[in-house]
């Protein structure tokens, strides 16, 4: 059998004002042998489906893998030339059984609203019916019966943060097997209750909402051996397209009546628990009193309007500002994005005084910029490895500086990222259980990543493109009414 790979994970905040380039959008392109070795290991989701296919003995054909990054609306260039190479590799692939594509779910271009179902759509025409096309979903993904309707199936991550990328594509290869010798026919229902939730509410952990949803999936998936999955997708809200939010892909084996009667139980159990996903925020002054008067620390401070993970520039200031206003002592801001600002402090060098104006740069939806003066304490390439096992890997932010400003200290980065673990901080020579408050640009992934260390989590109501107050963001694409943007 030959399979072909590959993946999609672009990804766009509709709301914010930074965009990728064509140039650097192919420059984050993987292709031919390449994508193969340096995806066939490790736990992503090309990993454990090339991990299945080599069971199998199937011969992997690559296509191509797209990573640009998260920032505003993708160019209509972009997602045209990633839809027009796909398919022309493809043309080029000779004979092929099946298609193993990785998929963000959440590309909202110029004029293509739903990105995946055009591009699984284009792949589609060129294979026909009968080739198997299995795409793996990221939790957050705005699932569209485009894209239900175009793929054979689709298998959505079953953890938030999230960390199963790798047994969603081994399953999806097992899946594959099963279809290519005829033991299974995938068969798809596709049911979204009318509500979108804010990231900050899509945690699954003890006492979570999306925690007892997921398993209710999962137990239903397990019940009953038609059933092939159960994907309970969380969405992205700064996506806005016609179906951003909470949607439920149930998979069978041939049983079409079975696979609608299990996505629209779910759905309605989304929906009867639809007022446990209002966002949870404490205003910006009122989190750094708190953060100040509480023994119960490190306290860890969540921005999570500015997160590194929803295409934000990740340089707001609010959270600092009030920091330095009330005079805060042991805090560290991880990070402040601010090419100029790092610039700056490197030419200044270690153990020099400056005075540097830093963030709230690049658009006006972040806060104001500030002006800080401290020591320049610490000069790094911004390269560490998270040692959590969900958003594992190595992170480049950028050359970044440590400014000490007595009680407060500013990570200062060149580009923006997720500030969410210990190595993040550690990695710039802060120990972050020394220290009392630890501001972290994340949506819940901070939660997860300072667990252990973290003693109190406030998630704070700063100004940002992804604001947890959804009302705030002028939707435009959405369907409505819905929850909570409509009192329904
Ligand atoms: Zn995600």
Redesign the pocket.
Known sequence: MRVAVGGYLVSANSFATQRVELEQFQRATLSGPDLLTRLGRGDGALAGFLRGARENGWEAVPLHFMFPGLFGKVRQECHQWAKETFVNTLRKAGRLDGIFIQLHGTAVADRTEDCEGDLLGALRAVVGDKTAIIASL???ANVTPEMVRQASMLIGVKSNP?YDFGAVGYQAARVMAAMFDRSMAPVSAWAQPAMVAPLQKLYIAPGWPMDHLMRLARARAAADPRVVDVSLLGGFFVSDRLETGISVVATTNREQGLAVEIAEEIKDACWTRRHQFHADLVSVQDAVREAIATDETPVVLGDVADSGGAGTPGDGTAILAELLKQNARGAVVGNIADPAAVAEAIAAGVGSSVRLTVGGKVDRFHGASVSISGRVRTIHDGVFTAATRFNAGTYHRGPSVVVDCGGIEVILTARQTLVFEANHFRSLGIEPTARKILVCKAELQHRAGLAEIGRTFIDVDAPGLATQVLSRLPFSKIRRPVFPLDDI
């Open positions: 990221d939790g957050h999230h």
